[in-house]
Each structure stands twice: as C-alpha cells, then as structure tokens.
C-alpha cells in the first residue's frame, strides 16, 4: 500500500522554481514531522527540509536555505517544498519522509519510518 507520493519533479533551467508536493496517508501524517531528502547520483541520501505536524517550526540544510521552502496543509494531508533559485547542484532525486514525532525535527534518515518513491528533479545549467 502506497503510503506517500510525490509529484512535482521536472527539468527546469538554473534560477527557475519547482514545487513539490506529496500526498501522504492520514495516518502517517496526521500528528507527524514531514521532510524532504534527496539523492544526487552517487551520494548519499541528505535532508532538505522539515516541518514539525504543527507547521510552526521548519528546518533547513545550509545547501537550500534562503531558497527552499516547506509548507504543510493538514486537512488535505499534504507536504510541499517550493524550491526556488534552483541551482544545477540542486540535481537529485528527491524523496518525502513522514518522521516519528510531532515536534522534533530530525535530520537522520533513520529517523522518519515512511518514505516516497521519489521525484527526480533535474537543472540545467
């Protein structure tokens, strides 16, 4: 059973905008920190952005912020990261996470129980 999807991927150009988006199933998002990953070709899996079940903290790695930004829509169980000023090393597949506490943002990929399929995002220089 499909728990969390994602869309939104594409090609853009350098300094375009992309917005993610992931449908998740209520019952591993209600109540839950959500985040996004990525993985570049050849990398490791590193965090993006979280946001804890009440939207009222956010998270950022140093690579997006002032760049990146993720938002939560609870009633429609629904995670987005409009990303912005999109760079070529922004190239990556990028993967939504459903975390195991409300308020902690986490940053370790051990630490969020549910994860998409992913959406490859790719810019161009």
């Known amino acids: 059973q499909v728990q969390l999807v994602e869309s939104g991927g594409g090609l853009v150009q350098a300094g375009g905008s992309l917005r993610l988006s992931c449908a998740a199933s209520r019952r591993i998002f209600s109540g839950y920190v959500m985040a996004w990953f990525r993985q570049a070709a050849g990398k490791e899996r590193e965090f993006v952005a979280g946001?804890?079940?009440?939207?009222?903290?956010?998270s950022y790695a140093d690579s997006v912020k002032g760049r990146f930004t993720i938002s939560r829509d609870n009633p429609k169980n629904t995670v987005y990261l409009q990303m912005n000023s999109l760079k070529p090393e922004d190239t990556a597949v990028y993967y939504c996470a459903a975390g195991t506490t409300s308020a902690t943002i986490h940053r370790r990929s051990p630490d969020f129980g549910s994860w998409g399929q992913g959406t490859q995002v790719t810019v161009s220089s």
């Open positions: 946001i804890s079940w009440s939207g009222g903290s956010t």
